[in-house]
């Protein structure tokens, strides 16, 4: 998506540790023209797809998927990064590593939300190792769903989540592909 690869050179910002910054648009700060932007390209994407839920994870992933689901006409059901998992089986629950904070976290869906007749899009703003997707790849199959598609915003194709997810089987569309970053010149280089 041309526009995001422009949005990504200009505001983008290569820190140290393979991390890029786009809190000025896409997870602190948001566009939402762009953001709509985002939401019909996923539409075009998947519109052949019979999907009736989105599924993220908390935090950064809601904004996007709020607006992707406006296009798809379906409700949102974010992961909840929990602090206990609660333990009388009216949750799915995994365990997610964070790329950005190096931590495992619980996280959980409750029953009531996902189930076997859901076809769900996920959506996430980044993918890099690939940990958050596993984890909600997860969930989905816990509720015996199935899962028509993830929609990324930014991949980070010299890690390896991409190839991961791919090797699954699953149809994971990235709206703009990185495959280097330099932390000192602050090139940022796109697949085509
Ligand atoms: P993964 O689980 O694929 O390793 O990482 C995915 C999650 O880590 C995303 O949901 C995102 O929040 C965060 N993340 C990974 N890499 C980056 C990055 O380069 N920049 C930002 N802003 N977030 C990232």
Redesign the pocket.
């Known amino acids: 998506m041309e526009l995001l690869k422009e949005r990504i050179r200009k505001d983008g910002v290569v820190k140290k540790g393979?991390?890029?910054?786009?809190?000025s648009f896409l997870?602190h700060q948001m566009d939402i023209q762009l953001f709509n932007e985002i939401g019909k390209e996923f539409k075009r994407l998947f519109a052949a797809c019979p999907i009736n839920k989105i599924l993220t994870?908390e935090a950064?992933?809601i904004g996007i998927a709020c607006i992707v689901a406006q296009y798809f006409d379906v409700p949102v059901v974010f992961a909840k990064k929990a602090q206990s998992i609660n333990i009388d089986g009216e949750v799915y629950s995994t365990k997610?590593?964070?790329?950005?904070h190096k931590k495992i976290y619980d996280v959980i869906v409750s029953k009531k939300f996902l189930n076997e007749n859901d076809k769900v899009l996920i959506i996430?703003?980044?993918?890099?190792?690939?940990?958050?997707?596993a984890g909600l790849i997860d969930l989905v199959k816990s509720a015996g769903a199935s899962i028509e598609g993830i929609g990324i915003v930014v991949e980070?194709g010299f890690?390896k989540?991409g190839d991961l997810i791919r090797s699954k089987g699953v149809r994971l569309e990235s709206l703009a592909i990185i495959e280097g970053m330099n932390d000192e010149t602050g090139e940022i280089f796109f697949r085509d």
């Open positions: 393979n991390v890029l910054k786009v809190d997870n994870i950064s992933g997610i590593e964070s790329f950005t996430d703003d980044f993918l890099a190792n690939g940990c958050a997707l980070k890690q989540g």
